[in-house]
């Protein structure tokens, strides 16, 4: 059972530069996350697509927009990176009335 | 938006210590639910609270559901080294959306 796999698990980017942030999960939830975590800050809701088809923004959504291509898959892009942005990214999926989250293994940006 | 107020923000214990730590909230809350993040890994989920008062148990672990519906506790016994991580606390409000809250976490060392 893999869960929710998130690829790539460590990136370096240059300012200005772009990236995808790939996940995807097995469990056949309908809801999926991306949230960022950062030191002292806890795990901050980047942006959530409750449903396929659709996604809303979380609490930090500025400069980043996300896909949620199918049921499975749910990306994560960052159009042109700033060092604000260096964090650990992780994505979740769903389930239940009251979602109880399952979150894959992370991804370590650093943007120089 | 919902704040989540999680103490302490870290602890450093010798191993065979009991180990407390409890989430406050201003509103009322739903559910409660903790998660464990070890290093280099996701937060995954230890123990959901659905009803006041609830006492729940996974091995050494002991979460309860405050009676004000307000705060929640959460025990480890007799702790060993791999309980070392980040507990965060996460809950869902009264008439508030199904995704849920976090708090900022509380960082746990274990010295052997």
């Known amino acids: 059972n893999a869960g929710v796999t998130q690829t790539p698990k460590f990136q370096v980017l240059k300012t200005g530069q772009s990236m995808t942030l790939q996940c995807a999960q097995d469990m056949n939830h309908n809801s999926m996350y991306w949230y960022r975590q950062d030191p002292g800050m806890g795990l901050r809701l980047i942006y959530y697509?409750?449903?396929?088809?659709?996604?809303d923004k979380g609490e930090v959504p500025n400069g980043y927009n996300v896909s949620r291509l199918n049921k499975r898959e749910f990306s994560l892009r960052l159009e042109s990176a700033a060092p604000s942005q260096t964090s650990v990214y992780f994505c979740a999926s769903g389930e239940g009335v009251y979602e109880k989250l399952f979150f894959g293994s992370g991804t370590q940006l650093s943007v120089l | 938006g919902q704040q989540l107020n999680q103490s302490p923000q870290s602890m450093f214990i010798q191993e065979g210590e009991d180990v407390s730590m409890n989430c406050t909230s201003s509103s009322i809350f739903n559910t409660w639910l903790w998660y464990k993040q070890d290093p280099g890994e996701g937060p995954v989920l230890l123990i959901a609270?659905?009803?006041?008062?609830e006492l729940t148990s996974n091995g050494r672990l002991t979460a309860q559901f405050g009676i004000t519906r307000k705060d929640s506790f959460l025990n480890i016994s007799a702790s060993i080294p791999s309980d070392v991580g980040i507990y965060f606390c996460a809950g869902h409000s009264s008439g508030g959306s199904y995704i849920p809250t976090f708090g900022r976490g509380t960082s746990l060392i274990v010295h052997p």
């Open positions: 609270l659905y009803k006041a008062g």
């Open positions: 697509s409750a449903s396929e088809g659709t996604t």
